[in-house]
T-cell receptor, first 110, second 114 residues
């Protein structure tokens, strides 16, 4: 079945350092979404990528969708303590089921 | 606008019992999806409903079932509860993917089976 792998599982960074999480799908995706879940909270939608090779930015966050539409990445520049949480990618193959990656938990040390 | 509302927020049940969880989506959203979240397994897809029809189902046993009503509100039921069913159950509502809005999650129901 469809699988979405996400790495790393955990990442500890010093405040001000950059952070990247990667997402790989076993099948071609029609779109990929990214979510952030703060500790004790629920996932919150960040962005959706649809086009091959698409790059979108939200302030210090940069999202990329691979040319083959099988991988994606989220890069945070100069992390802040407010970036703490778990970042999930979620892939959809065009059906009615969105598969979430296991998430990358980001720890930021001030 | 009001968000996705899940009730109850917390629930403690005994093994062998059954439980019903409720989800009220954002007004206008017709798609409702359910996910199980556990520390070791992440977010696992349970099922998705649209206009009272289940369009897709995850790899969960038949003890897990759901339904959607004409007002888009959804319920999920777990029968014969097992200790391993302890988890955070999240409901998410959405517009069609073409809108690019993603899922809006509720705060979840934390189920503990003892």
């Amino acid at each position: 079945g469809q699988q979405v792998m996400q790495i790393p599982q955990y990442q500890h960074v010093q405040e001000g350092e950059d952070f990247t999480t990667y997402c790989n799908s076993s099948t071609t995706l029609s779109n990929i979404q990214w979510y952030k879940q703060r500790p004790g909270g629920h996932p919150v939608f960040l962005i959706q990528l649809v086009k091959s090779g698409e790059v979108k930015k939200q302030k210090r966050l940069t999202f990329q969708f691979g040319e083959a539409k099988k991988n994606s990445s989220l890069h945070i520049t100069a992390t802040q303590t407010t970036d703490v949480g778990t970042y999930f990618c979620a892939g959809n193959t065009g059906g009615f089921k969105t598969i979430f990656g296991a998430g990358t938990r980001l720890f930021v040390k001030a | 606008k009001a968000g996705v509302t899940q009730t109850p927020r917390y629930l403690i049940k005994t093994r062998g019992q059954q439980v019903t969880l409720s989800c009220s989506p954002i007004s206008g959203h017709r798609s409702v999806s359910w996910y199980q979240q556990t520390p070791g397994q992440g977010l696992q897809f349970l099922f998705e409903y649209f206009s009272e029809t289940q369009r897709n189902k995850g790899n969960f046993p038949g003890r897990f079932s759901g339904r959607q009503f004409s007002n888009s509100r959804s319920e999920m039921n777990v029968s014969t509860l097992e200790l391993g069913d302890s988890a955070l159950y999240l409901c998410a509502s959405s517009n069609p993917p073409s809108t690019g809005d993603g899922y809006t999650f509720g705060s979840g129901t934390r189920l503990t089976v003892v």
